[in-house]
Nanobody, 125 residues
Framework: QVQLVESGGGLVQAGGSLRLSCAAS????????MGWFRQAPGKEREFVAA????????YYADSVKGRFTISRDNAKNTVYLQMNSLKPEDTAVYYC??????????????????WGQGTQVTVSS
């Protein structure tokens, strides 16, 4: 079992930055691929970024590549999403997810077993 709690969301102007954190419970954090997803009102949940178990490899959606950076600290059981150059279209509830068997390039939310409750990110124009 892995329990995930996101934090760091908020309201920011376009062009600004936010850093999301996701704290995980349990001793199996380092055995999980970690991902960030987001869901805007009226839209399906979509993949944002993922990071390998060791943190050595990352994978991004084209829409955030070059602006967002995913990282993890296995000693702190935490995964981060640094978001720069934010745009209004980045507005969504952001969720972190974990799965022991997901591949790094797995973008389907249904393939991730554990989810946090989400944190709201709002980017004003």
């Amino acid at each position: 079992q892995v329990q995930l709690v996101e934090s760091g969301g908020g309201l920011v102007q376009a062009g600004g930055s936010l850093r999301l954190s996701c704290a995980a419970s349990g001793r199996t954090f380092s055995t999980n691929v970690m991902g960030w997803f987001r869901q805007a009102p009226g839209k399906e949940r979509e993949f944002v970024a993922a990071i390998s178990r060791s943190g050595g490899r990352t994978y991004y959606a084209d829409s955030v590549k070059g602006r967002f950076t995913i990282s993890r600290d296995n000693a702190k059981n935490t995964v981060y999403l640094q978001m720069n150059s934010l745009k209004p279209e980045d507005t969504a509830v952001y969720y972190c997810a974990a799965d022991q068997r997901a591949g790094l390039t797995q973008i389907l939310p249904t393939r991730y077993e554990y989810w946090g409750q989400g944190t709201q990110v709002t980017v004003s124009s």
